[in-house]
């Protein structure tokens, strides 16, 4: 069974600062690895989707990486501005499955 | 446009009654899913469907069952409520390929009294 782990669960940091969110997942067989948004009382928001295949995706400030063979990702987020301040959940979809397995997410706050 | 929407956005009922979440997509997209996000923030998928087949995660109780009448819709009725059941539900629709990101409704808060 297919497992997801976001360290920290919360940070908060200042703004311009660069940061980094952790995710580790215990079973290597997957399709793709997802970072999403969450801002309170909204749904989520795709950021950035890895292919296992794929070692880093890109979009604007944000970087993700992936190890599939130590099943790690990071998702980078450079000059942090306040808009930034939200919960960022990580989730994998398992080889063979429609299904996204979510961790409990990371809830940034970026410090004006 | 509203890619995926769910209605109601809250739900406040009474333990016992029975009740229905709607979702739509206008994506064109063949799979659609259900999840609930519990109290701790925990999104956890209740199920998958397309129109070949649907997929239960073994922890949902059959109270609940998703209802598609076509593509565009998966609905969620959930029978005889209990105050455990008192979250926040999302719908979410993608295509099947494994390159496309899925895509989520707003949530539906639901609170059982």
């Known amino acids: 069974k297919q497992e997801v782990t976001q360290i920290p669960a919360a940070l908060s940091v200042p703004e311009g600062e660069n940061l980094v969110l952790n995710c580790s997942f215990t079973?290597?067989?997957?399709?793709?690895l997802q970072w999403f948004r969450q801002d309170p009382g909204k749904g989520l928001t795709s950021l950035l989707l890895i292919q296992s295949s794929q070692r880093e995706q890109t979009s604007g400030r944000l970087n993700a990486s992936l190890d599939k063979s130590s099943g790690r990702s990071t998702l980078y987020i450079a000059a942090s501005q306040p808009g930034d301040s939200a919960t960022y959940l990580c989730a994998v979809r398992g080889a063979g499955s429609y299904q996204l397995t979510f961790g409990k997410g990371t809830k940034l706050s970026v410090i004006p | 446009d509203t890619a995926v929407s769910q209605t109601p956005k809250y739900l406040v009922t009474q333990m016992g009654n029975d009740k229905s979440i709607k979702c739509e997509q206008n994506?064109?997209?063949?799979?659609m899913y259900w999840y609930k996000q519990d109290s701790k923030k925990f999104l956890k998928i209740m199920f998958s469907y397309n129109n070949k087949e649907l997929i239960i995660n073994e922890t949902v109780p059959n109270r609940f069952s998703p209802k598609s009448p076509d593509k565009a819709h998966l609905n969620l009725h959930i029978n005889s409520l209990e105050l455990g059941d008192s979250a926040v539900y999302f719908c979410a629709s993608s295509l099947p390929e494994s390159t496309d990101t899925q895509y989520f409704g707003p949530g539906t808060r639901l609170t059982v009294l």
């Open positions: 079973d290597s067989a997957i399709y793709n």
């Open positions: 994506l064109g997209h063949d799979t």
